[in-house]
């Protein structure tokens, strides 16, 4: 039993929303606090992962597997946090994570785009982000659940969303950046 979770106690929720927008923070915090020769190399770089002349046809098997290795043990580790009692601040550590990465890619965007930036993040983020998004919130929810169960079918269901954002991370979404060019220039 866990004593700082219970179902009726919305701590955990506020805990990881406020771990959430704290890595938020620190991540454009870290960007804008990066010394100006840094700034120069994210803006020289950009360009050359959104060009068209970097924007592959076809993606080897190695690298989907490399991908889907990563995306599917991100997955299984909250998964399986969520059944210990370290599902609350392993919550917590996911959520100050994704929020530190998106606050840090939403800042160098914009160093590199100004306001275009915005956008940019979007489009990089898509469609991968319409699998991905329910896979977490739904892990999420399964972590601040007061049972602790495997969730054996519905994980399946969620390494098969995880299966199809990757795949539209590597096949789809390079289209998509290949139309975002224009955004650069």
């Not at 959430?20 to 994210?42: D, H, P």
């Not at 550590?93 to 915005?118: K, Y």
């Not at 495997?150 to 098969?160: E, I, P, S």
Request: aromatic letters at 12%.
């Amino acid at each position: 039993m866990r004593l700082y979770h219970t179902s009726e106690s919305p701590y955990p929720v506020w805990m990881a929303l406020f771990c959430f927008f704290s890595g938020i923070l620190l991540g454009t915090v870290w960007v804008n606090r990066m010394g100006a020769s840094l700034k120069e190399e994210i803006t020289g770089l950009a360009p050359l992962y959104w060009s068209v002349h970097n924007v592959k046809s076809s993606v080897s098997a190695g690298e989907m597997a490399l991908l889907a290795g990563r995306r599917f043990l991100a997955a299984g580790m909250i998964w399986l946090s969520g059944m210990t009692l370290f599902a609350v601040p392993g919550l917590c550590l996911a959520a100050a994570f994704t929020g530190f990465s998106l606050g840090f890619l939403i800042s160098c965007m914009t160093v590199q785009a100004g306001i275009g930036g915005l956008a940019l993040f979007l489009l990089s983020v898509f469609p991968q982000g319409i699998f991905f998004l329910p896979v977490g919130l739904i892990l999420a929810s399964w972590s601040l659940s007061s049972e602790n169960r495997l969730h054996g079918a519905g994980f399946a269901v969620l390494l098969l969303l995880t299966a199809a954002g990757t795949a539209a991370e590597l096949w789809i979404n390079p289209l998509v950046m290949q139309g975002a060019d224009m955004l650069l220039h």
